[in-house]
């Protein structure tokens, strides 16, 4: 069974920086697919930003410009840094993975960002 434990959530005032992190219990080298989505009070949960097994990187409209994704494998994480923070993006954070050659997604349990006006 695999286990995403997400991190770096908190109270930021806009326009500030986070760096989220989702440590994933086995090893990331053969993650093809990884992602970040989240969901405010009241709607649906929705892409943050996300890299595909073709290598294609896909944003959310609203955080285009503002959200970067990584990964380190030597610590096993994929990382979310976040910047220019604005009170919208007030939301719990889920990190999305897959591995190479397998069907099932795994989703972290989720962390809360808010911002402050």
């Known amino acids: 069974q695999v286990q995403l434990v997400e991190s770096g959530g908190g109270l930021v005032q806009t326009g500030g920086s986070l760096k989220l992190s989702c440590a994933a219990s086995?090893?990331?080298?053969?993650?093809?697919?990884m992602g970040w989505y989240r969901q405010a009070p009241g709607k649906e949960r929705e892409l943050v930003v996300a890299?595909?097994?073709?290598?294609?990187?896909n944003y959310g409209d609203s955080v285009k410009g503002r959200v970067t994704i990584s990964r380190d494998d030597a610590k096993n994480t994929v990382y979310l840094q976040m910047v220019s923070l604005k009170p919208e993006d007030t939301a719990v954070y889920y990190c999305?993975?897959?591995?190479?050659?397998?069907?099932?997604?795994?989703w972290g349990q989720g962390t809360q960002v808010t911002v402050s006006s």
């Open positions: 086995r090893s990331t080298v053969s993650m093809n697919y």
């Open positions: 999305n993975v897959r591995w190479s050659g397998e069907a099932n997604y795994y």
């Open positions: 890299v595909t097994s073709r290598g294609t990187t």
